[in-house]
C-alpha cells in the first residue's frame, strides 16, 4: 500500500494484520475499531486521523521515522498500544485518552510539546513501559499508571503537571536515572498514596504540591541543586521519606507537618524557614543541616531516643522548638543563637560528651524547658552566653560539665527544680553565677 492516499476513508472493524503501510497518507481516515496488529506503519501519515477504539497491538512502529508522522489531534481513545515499538516516534499533541500503553517500547520517542492536559489521560496504563531518552517537554501526563516504567535518562524538563491529580499513582521501582526533570512545574499536583521509590527528583519544582500520604522510600534527591528544587508551602503530610537521601536539598518554606522521616539522611540540607510541626524525625542524620528560622513545634525527634541524630554543625538560629522532644539527641557544635526552646521537652536527653563549646545561646529562651533526667556529664560550654536563660534542669546531672566563662548573667533559676543535681567541681562556679543574678 506504498504511497496510497486513504484520505477520509472509514476503515472501521478492519483486520490490517501484518500490512505494510509504509509512506501511506491516511490524512482525515476513520480508524474506528480498526485492528493494526503486526502492522508496519513506517512514514505513515495520521493527520486528524480517528484511531478511537483502535488495537494496535503488537504494531511494530519503531525506528520507522515516525518523526514525520502526523498525529496532531489524533484521537487514541482507549487504543490497545500493548507490545508496540514507538521509536523515535513524534506525539506531538496527541490525544491519548484511556490509551493502554502496556508494555509499549518509547526508546528515544520525542514527545515534545506534547498537550496531555485537558487531554484526560485518565486510567492510561504504561505499566512496564521503556521511555528512555524520550522527550516528554512541556507533556501533562494526569492520572497516568507509570507502574515499573523505565524512564531512565528521559528529558522531563519543563513538563507542565500543574494541577495534575497523579493520586494513587503507582511508580514502585520506576527507573528514573539520569531522568532530567529540571524545571519541571509540579505545582498543586496532587500526589497521594503514589508510590516513588528509587526515584530521582532532582531540581523538580513541587511548589504547593499535596504529596500527602505518598510513599518516598529510597527517594535519591542527592545533590540537589539548593534554590532550584522550590518545595515551598508544600504539603508532606503523613510522608513516608524513609530512607530518603536529601542531600543539599532546598526544602524552604516547606510544611511537613505529621511527616515520617524516619531514618532519613538529610545530611548538608537547607531546611531554612521551615515548617517541621508533629513530624517525626526519629533516627534521622542531620549532619551540618542549616535549620535557621526552623519551626519545630510539637516535633518527635525520637521518642526520647534520638542516639543516632547527628546534628554537628547545625544551625539552629531563631528555631522554634516549642513542644519539642529532643531524648539523647547529639547537639555538638549547635548553634542555637536566638533559639525559643519554650516548653521543649528535653526529658532524658543524653548530652553526654556533648561538645557545645563555643555555642552561641544568647537570648535563648528556655522558659518552662524540662530538662529533667538529662545527662550533661563532660559537656563542654565553655564561653556559651546563656544571658537572659529562664531554665528548668531538675534531676539534670552535670558532672564534669566545663562551664568556663560561661555568661550567666541575669539568668532565671528563681523555681529552678535542682533537686538530686549533680554540680561536681562547679558549685563554687554556680554560686559566683547566682551571686551575680
Do not use: K
Not at 99 to 104: A, E, I, R
Not at 168 to 197: L, R, W
Amino acid at each position: 500500500m506504498g504511497n496510497t492516499d486513504m484520505g477520509n476513508t472509514d476503515m472501521g472493524n478492519t483486520d490490517m494484520g501484518n500490512i505494510d503501510m509504509g509512506n501511506i497518507d491516511m490524512g482525515n481516515t476513520d480508524m474506528g475499531n480498526t485492528d493494526l496488529g503486526n502492522a508496519d506503519m513506517g512514514n505513515t501519515d495520521l493527520g486528524n486521523a480517528d484511531m478511537c477504539n483502535t488495537n494496535m497491538g503488537n504494531a511494530d512502529m519503531g525506528n520507522t521515522d515516525m518523526c514525520n508522522t502526523d498525529m496532531c489531534y489524533t484521537d487514541m481513545g482507549n487504543t490497545d498500544m500493548g507490545n508496540t515499538d514507538m521509536g523515535n516516534t513524534d506525539m506531538g499533541n496527541t490525544d491519548m485518552c484511556n490509551t493502554v500503553m502496556c508494555n509499549t517500547v518509547m526508546g528515544n520517542t520525542d514527545m515534545g510539546n506534547t498537550d496531555m492536559g485537558n487531554t484526560d489521560m485518565g486510567i492510561a496504563d504504561m505499566c512496564n513501559t521503556d521511555m528512555g531518552n524520550a522527550d516528554m517537554g512541556n507533556t501533562d501526563m494526569c492520572n497516568t499508571d507509570m507502574c515499573n516504567t523505565d524512564m531512565d535518562s528521559t528529558d522531563m524538563g519543563n513538563t507542565d503537571m500543574g494541577n495534575t491529580d497523579i493520586g494513587n499513582i503507582d511508580m514502585g521501582n520506576t527507573d528514573m536515572g539520569d531522568t532530567d526533570m529540571g524545571n519541571t512545574d509540579m505545582c498543586y499536583t496532587d500526589m497521594g498514596n503514589a508510590d516513588m521509590g528509587n526515584t530521582d527528583m532532582c531540581n523538580t519544582d513541587m511548589c504547593n504540591t499535596d504529596m500527602d500520604s505518598t510513599d518516598m522510600g529510597n527517594t535519591d534527591m542527592g545533590n540537589t541543586d539548593i534554590g532550584n528544587i522550590d518545595m515551598g508551602n508544600t504539603d508532606m503530610g503523613d510522608t513516608d521519606m524513609g530512607n530518603t537521601d536529601m542531600c543539599y536539598t532546598d526544602m524552604g518554606n516547606t510544611d511537613m507537618g505529621n511527616t515520617d522521616m524516619c531514618y532519613t539522611d538529610m545530611g548538608n540540607t537547607d531546611m531554612c524557614n521551615t515548617d517541621m510541626g508533629n513530624t517525626d524525625m526519629c533516627n534521622t542524620d542531620m549532619y551540618n543541616t542549616v535549620m535557621c528560622n526552623t519551626v519545630m513545634s510539637n516535633t518527635d525527634m525520637g521518642n526520647t531516643d534520638m542516639g543516632n541524630i547527628d546534628m554537628c554543625n547545625t544551625d539552629m538560629g531563631n528555631t522554634d522548638m516549642g513542644n519539642t522532644d529532643m531524648g539523647n539527641a547529639d547537639m555538638g557544635n549547635a548553634d542555637m543563637g536566638n533559639t525559643d526552646m519554650g516548653n521543649a521537652d528535653m526529658g532524658n536527653a543524653d548530652m553526654g560528651n556533648t561538645d557545645m563549646g563555643n555555642a552561641d545561646m544568647g537570648n535563648t529562651d528556655m522558659g518552662n524547658t524540662d530538662m529533667g533526667n538529662a545527662d550533661m556529664g563532660n559537656t563542654d560550654m565553655g564561653n556559651a552566653d546563656m544571658g537572659n536563660t529562664d531554665i528548668d534542669i531538675g534531676n539534670t546531672g552535670m558532672c564534669n560539665t566545663d562551664m568556663g566563662n560561661a555568661d550567666m548573667c541575669n539568668t532565671d533559676m528563681c523555681n529552678a527544680d535542682m533537686g538530686n543535681t549533680d554540680l561536681e567541681l562547679h558549685s563554687l562556679f554556680i554560686v559566683l553565677s547566682l551571686s551575680r543574678v
